[in-house]
Every structure is written in C-alpha cells, then in structure tokens.
C-alpha cells in the first residue's frame, strides 16, 4: 500500500510562484516514474508532467513548458513541482500519481493518487 500526500497549494496572483510537494509512504517509490496531474473546474483530469525512477527524464505538459518543475528525492521519498509565472488558466487540483506501466501522459498508468491540493492563481 502506498500513501501520497501533496502540500504546498494555494492562493496566488498571475506571475507568482509556488511549491507543491508529493510525500510517498508505505513503500519506496524509488523505481517508478511519478506525475503530477490536473483537474479544473468543468474539465477532466489532465497531465502536467512526470519524472522517471532516476530523475534524469522529465516530461512536461506544452502549457506548462518551460515554467514548471518537477524533480524529486528518492532519499527522503519526495516530488516536487516548482510552478513559476503563474496563470489564471493553472487554477486546479493538482494530483501526485506513482506510475506503474503505460505511458506517462495517461491517468491509466497511474496505480496510486493523492488527494489532492487546491491552487487558486487569481488574475
């Protein structure tokens, strides 16, 4: 059984920064690839962008490229998304995922989830 349990959401003004981390717990997640996910209002859920096991590859979302982050720390069993230059079109509910097999983009190559935190970026 694997627990992920993001933190860092909140309420930001366009062009502000924040920090949202991804703790995993009852396992190592050292060997999977991890993600983080989306959802909006009004609309499903979608890929931001993803890490594999090493954290060498990382693959990002277009509306995302270039002003988001991920890394992660297999040590202390973390992920962490750094969100620069904010947009109103970013406010949602931003998921960690552990990933098992399929690819990257795909919600279905997820096993385990987060609950979720809320980002509000007000324009």
């Known amino acids: 059984q694997v627990q992920l349990v993001e933190s860092g959401g909140g309420l930001v003004q366009a062009g502000d920064s924040l920090r949202l981390s991804c703790a995993a717990s009852?396992?190592?997640?050292?060997?999977?690839?991890m993600g983080w996910f989306r959802r909006a209002p009004g609309k499903e859920r979608e890929f931001v962008a993803a890490?594999?096991?090493?954290?060498?590859?990382?693959y990002y979302a277009d509306s995302v490229k270039g002003r988001f982050t991920i890394s992660r720390d297999n040590a202390k069993n973390t992920v962490t998304l750094q969100m620069n230059s904010l947009k109103p079109e970013d406010t949602a509910v931003y998921y960690c995922a552990l990933h098992y097999s399929g690819s990257l983009y795909d919600t279905r190559g997820y096993g385990y989830w987060g609950q979720g935190t809320q980002v509000t970026v007000s324009s």
């Open positions: 009852g396992r190592t997640f050292s060997s999977n690839a």
């Open positions: 890490i594999n096991w090493s954290g060498l590859s990382t």
